[in-house]
């Protein structure tokens, strides 16, 4: 990572009075240190990463970036020892900081031309024909699956003379192999590229149609056959979808109405909950390996389900949990289980990239036109229902997060699959009212994920996913009440978006922060709100008293009627020992604060 970005996207220690980028001298200094050994050892490139030029940070703007770009390089460049640089812009487009890149003339600069860059900025292929550094082009989406139309990228790359062709990011971002899925339909496997197939499209966009031939032949397949596909085009659903309004669709009747309808739900005051997911334990994953194996049976896989439920429900009662959950033993992941219900959606086999940390993934994909062909979490919720008196949510994972955690079609904007989300999620809602479930979350805490990183295309991204949100629920009975959960982000940035999807409880993620996102909360965000007032994170199991420190710090600027009790995130990869203490600690703060709040 390069200077500017590595202080640019740090946090200043609280009670300094200094900001990250003050550091820049010294850290400098640090990186010509670690150029002149790795010149010493014989290293002749050496690549700097500085995708901070393409986003608008609080921490400094396009100028000052492009300032801070100016002052470390020339100190670097102008270095007597070391190897060349390879500058990489990855993520984006450069803005002012383009000037300052040619100004300064490093050995060799990386652009991102992805087609989604591109289409932010539809300039920029031209402006960066200008640099007078070796250029080399990001043509090659390195954050999507689709096979490149070479030929479309062979006539940008003829725009830029002299310059070599490259990736737009790290590979890093898209699995393997497409050689090692067996299992994909035949007729969509050759649409993807996957990194290996990927630096095959990297050498073949070098060499040229001529060069190549049978390279641009399957891709030129590719892209005829994806256009012709009914896999691609289900005119049923594009009908449904234009017959939506357009623009903001609210839910009637509005926030303060549904609220009073939803007293008869009997809820207490601070009522407690968890997030949705309880430990997947080993079991339940050996039971899901031998199902797809084949070696245990349909019944007595379901078997195995319904008997983790059962207990799962069990001891939220013995814990004396207010709003109960079922556990999702059945969900191998929170999108995945969805894509392989919906249609336009395709699943891998071996598909895995990294998503935090040592957690991997298995993205779907989306190839086409969305919808839902039968009911997908009806059963469970029902029979979860069916083994307690108290309420038990339903529960969704919402149309951002599912288009944030799978790979998006490239042929559409991401607002026409969120809205084929938006109706397919909302006749899952309707199935559930009927099947007699009266509280429902749709989880969202990739919302924050998507947001673009020039301020000027935030708005249109936060108009069309609280759009999509509000479809899920735009029909919904006043007396069924709609829950949200935001996770992995700090949501100062958007919490007017927060605010507009309309549920009528938001939890969200706070206990590392200790309730200072709450400090953001004004008249204009009116949901019951459940803080998380435990990181679950951590096999650390709190006590009573920090959770209950933490339950009063909410209240400071939420209203006893409006909190919830809850942890900040679900239980799925936790122990059950750890996860059972933490809970009876939890439901023991909410008691202590409780009693001191109404006296007996």
Sequence with gaps: VGPVTLLALSKQADGSSTQPLE???????SYISVLEQLHAAGVEWVQLNEPALVADLAAADDAALAQALQSAYRRILAAEKRPQVYLTTPYGSVRKGLDAVNELQPEAVQVDLSVGTLALDPSYLERVAGLKSHLSAGLVDGRNVWAANLRDLR????????????TSVSLQHVPHTVEAETSLPIDVAN???FANEKVREVVALSSGPLAAPEAYAQADRAVRTRAESARTHNEAVQNRTAQLPE???QRQPLFAERNEAQKALGLP????????????TQEIRAARAAHRKGTLSDAAYVDALRDEVKQVIELQERLGLDVLVHGEPERNDMVQYFAELLDGFVVTENGWVQSYGS???????????ISRPQAMTVEWARYAQSLSEKHVKGMLTGPVTILAWSFVRDDVHQSVSADQLGVALADEVRDLEEAGIDIIQIDEPALRELLP???????AYLDWAVRSFRLVALEAKPTTQIHTHLCYSEFGQIIDAVAGLDADVTSIEAARSRMELLEDIDDKFHSEIGPGIYDIHS???PSVAEMAELIRAALRNVPVERLWINPDCGLKTRGYDETEASLRNMVLAREEVLSSLVPA
């Design 23 to 29: 550091h820049l001298d010294a850290v400098v200094e």
């Design 155 to 166: 006539a940008k790359l003829e725009t830029l003379p002299g310059a070599s062709v490259t």
């Design 191 to 193: 649409w993807f590229s």
């Design 247 to 249: 623009g903001e669709v």
């Design 269 to 280: 005051l601070l009522p407690s909950t968890t997030i949705g997911s309880f430990p997947q």
């Design 359 to 369: 957690r991997c993934t298995r993205p779907p994909i989306v190839v086409g036109d």
């Design 453 to 459: 990183l020039r301020e000027q295309d935030r708005k």
């Design 539 to 541: 096999p650390r199991i």
